[in-house]
């Protein structure tokens, strides 16, 4: 017996509602045994590979904080196992955008579970366990708000396919970390501020096994919806990017700090699957290389220098550094189209990047507000409050 | 020179033996470079994320036994090295069914090996590093005569296709925990009984990295044999069913102990991939959700309440608690095939449940007798006794 | 600001020069939406499981040097970020070699990543960070030449097709390993000759790791650019040869030091693959198990046995053993294939593995010699020298 018994409550419920939801959940129907289910099942492979990022990538990349590395890994395990469902729950109902067949739907519903761990990131090591499914619940409808607006023409605001972003950098990068920026701002307290937030070589060397399979499966995640004939055109841009952004992390990082920094290493390197995301199948070679090395130096900058100045002027802080990974190279790759994409109109783009940034922010923000309402933990960075190894 | 130096001669054995062999390892003939040569290789394809499971994801899960983790990934090498080639070898030679093709084959002699890791948790620690091979080799037979009987038409007993298991809760996961449990209730010692199964962080870290290999991966485990155009629906089933026991788990285990367990999280969060099993391919989404959600809870109430008492009473030691992890969400999905699958052969279903369980407790039993006989490990969950770091 | 901040000129001067470097990089077209482009997409999707090698897997191999490895891993980012780019320039520029379509041409390229990281395992711990690149730098050209010798007619000492090494025991494995060799025969050092190269259970946990992914991804590595309807039985073929080693590996281990040494598991596992390589498409199963026992023995007892001597004689460390791990059971598999493959040239195959050898251990030895210039580590295999927690 004990005053946490009445939580045994919460799977009933859940059971519950999904018997009397009836089949809301249906995706729309595949097609027969033929060329194009052997295609879907090459999407589903792909689904895969970013599932492996989801867990392993993004759930070990975060194990670098000493101390919370068990929490890291369990919140990951709550936020992928909230954010898929309700995804394609909320897709299955027909709002914010049509229905999408099922292994598609699949995928978007990765992709936002991506874009919340991005989130999540930010927080990292001061939310108690419960509060990541909370954010989870709110985070998921307003990224699905601004995935309808940026293309699936919601509101009217921007035409339908006038947005360039085959690979995320916007929506699912930038959207992600600048969501968990507005969350930080209004939730990180006073004490908070001053508290270290420490690795050692154990967390490192967990935090490098996340980055690398980032890193490998990062040409599946670009790829995942776009045509067979163009997936290894796309997959070879990807990792030409991340080469350039390995590279460049390397030397920028030991020019700005005389020695290399492991989060840099770990962090860095992959801003280039950042920054390539929105031109990944239209950038030529040379370009996705530019594109890899800027992007790294810039995440690499952003460790080094932008983050310590950030965090003083919005008062929040930023545990994983997402705003330096996701946020700025992704904004730089959304912005790069411009340059990149031939026929690419301007004034959709640069909107579109701008609704992101807004709505992300604001939305962000509020939730920040509203999770406050239920506390934080007591020793933030610590798996003992809530952890029985 | 020391006293082991005569084990050279089984290596050469090996060789002899397989050179002698002449070709009955053959496989039936594959087709052409065709649309089905191209689905045999997405087949292989989910026959590779299989593998990971089976080294990656058992292994490193039973890698939580702190001081024993070097042991438990040799053991798992060990172990998948004797059962698959062993499975190729039995199912070339035309005895216990069909003889298969090569990458249908390739993927039940995976299921196999799965089924022996699943077995091999539960003596963990206590067994010599050559009782795992001997496990190995009297495993897999008795495996083979439950597929046999349960899929193929062995000895009559189930009609062809009466039996449903397509992800194999029955027929992998509760034959393999439950052949493990026979085993311990014979070889556990009196002083075995007395020592605890500890963990730490450092193992905790790894466990979890080996279940989210499990978690990840599961989706190609279920869906491996099914038709193409059926892949994708299945995927998403299984992954909403991990979902809900993942959620499940953790309200559960802070409902049931206060805080959060590692060993429920790493493991029970995965008893909605065994649970979906059965009737992964045939249930709707909302029926997956609920299955993962109770599959989750039961397994959780298993680690939490129900293995202290076991153990009492069979006097046996389950050291990864495999019978909490797929013994009883195992059994619960292969019933609830019964409710869930329309025009299901009641009669059959449950006869084959019965058989299952009777023949695994049986063979497992009698094979912990005949391993008894060879010793057991001086110094338990120790990896100094038999490694070199 | 500090003394190294002149090193930003260089991810610019990387910048710059892709912008010059006009279409160079430019594949040949690919298919249209057609059977054709759906097995491109599955030679993309081996490319993915070769790139999990290339990092987790070659990466926390490496990882067994205790307190070295951040900076291991450090290194294979950067080797595999110099390697690749590489490779696909020089044959983007079309010499050495035709061009190839874009999916080969990226497989071929991760091929000559995975023999320079076996490469730069025989120095390791003992090279400053940019000292890899630059052994990349010099690797890269030496490999494709003497691949375009074997395969591609280059010079006319080999006939078209006329060598036989699908899965690359001689071009990828032997080739990198006595290139490492001809690199620490010039550059050990006598102080380094003294320092043991030391590992602790955290580190061998990390290095099974890497082993075991290597283990499950090396089908697809040897079946990367195999026709899809010989993919399954090729896969089989180098799973039961990884089968035949692992088991090989530890009756010879404990035979030869009356424990099981991790090295040896974690390493000699892998040498089936190794061994399997040059015959995974040809042997039958039998034969393939054979080629595994005995590239597993074989391996075994060149850590038990012959490193010592090796290293004696060269005065070199050889850090990882790839000598053991892939020099000797890839001399082992290319030979083997004379014996294995019926209507092969003997001549051809002599003459090849001839070639490679001299060419391998020229070049390394001459590579030894520049780097050498560069100086090394103060300290060897220690993070801190180098790399900021």
Not at 58 to 74: H, I, Q
Not at 205 to 212: D, I, N, T, Y
Not at 244 to 273: C, E, H, P, Q, W
Request: proline letters at 3%; glycine letters at 12%; hydrophobic letters at 50%.
């Amino acid at each position: 017996m004990n005053k946490y018994r009445w939580l045994l409550v919460l799977p009933i419920a859940l059971a519950v509602s999904a018997a009397f939801s009836g089949n809301s959940w249906g995706a729309e129907g595949g097609p027969g045994a033929t060329l194009e289910s052997v295609t879907d099942v090459q999407k589903y492979n792909r689904s895969i590979h970013v599932m492996a990022m989801l867990l392993v990538g993004f759930g070990f990349l975060m194990v670098f904080v000493k101390r919370y590395g068990l929490s890291a890994v369990t919140a990951t395990y709550l936020l992928v196992s909230i954010a898929i469902p309700l995804y394609i729950k909320i897709n299955g109902l027909g709002i914010l955008g049509e229905r999408k067949i099922e292994v598609d739907r699949f995928l978007l519903a990765e992709f936002a579970a991506a874009s919340l761990l991005i989130c999540a990131g930010a927080p990292l090591g001061r939310l108690k366990m419960p509060q990541y499914l909370l954010l989870g619940l709110f985070f998921v409808p307003c990224y699905m708000v601004n995935e309808w607006i940026l293309l699936g023409g919601g509101l009217g605001l921007i035409p339908h396919g006038g947005f360039v972003d085959t690979g995320g950098s916007i929506l699912i990068h930038a959207f992600g970390a600048l969501f968990g920026l507005g969350v930080v701002m209004t939730m990180t307290t006073e004490s908070e501020l001053k508290i270290p937030v420490e690795s050692n070589a154990a967390s490192d060397q967990f935090s490098m096994l996340g980055s690398m399979v980032l890193w490998l499966f990062w040409p599946s995640f670009c790829a995942a919806l776009v045509a067979p004939e163009q997936v290894p055109f796309t997959a070879v841009n990807v990792v030409i990017s991340l080469c350039g952004a390995t590279i460049a992390t390397y030397f920028v990082s030991v020019a700005l700090r005389g020695k290399v920094s492991m989060t840099d290493m770990a962090n860095a390197a992959l801003a280039g699957g950042v920054a390539i995301g929105s031109t990944c199948d239209r950038a030529t070679h040379s370009m996705a290389f530019i594109i890899g090395v800027l992007g790294g130096a810039l995440s690499t900058y952003g460790f080094a220098v932008i983050q310590g100045k950030l965090q003083g002027l919005v008062k929040g802080i930023d545990t994983c550094g997402v705003t330096n990974l996701h946020g700025w190279p992704g904004l730089f790759g959304g912005i790069a189209a411009v340059f990149v994409v031939s026929g690419i109109s301007m004034g959709a783009q640069l909107k579109g990047i701008g609704i992101a940034i807004v709505l992300s922010l604001v939305t962000g923000y509020i939730t920040g507000k509203i999770l406050a309402v239920f506390g934080r933990k007591t020793k933030p960075y610590d798996d003992a409050e809530e952890i029985i190894e």
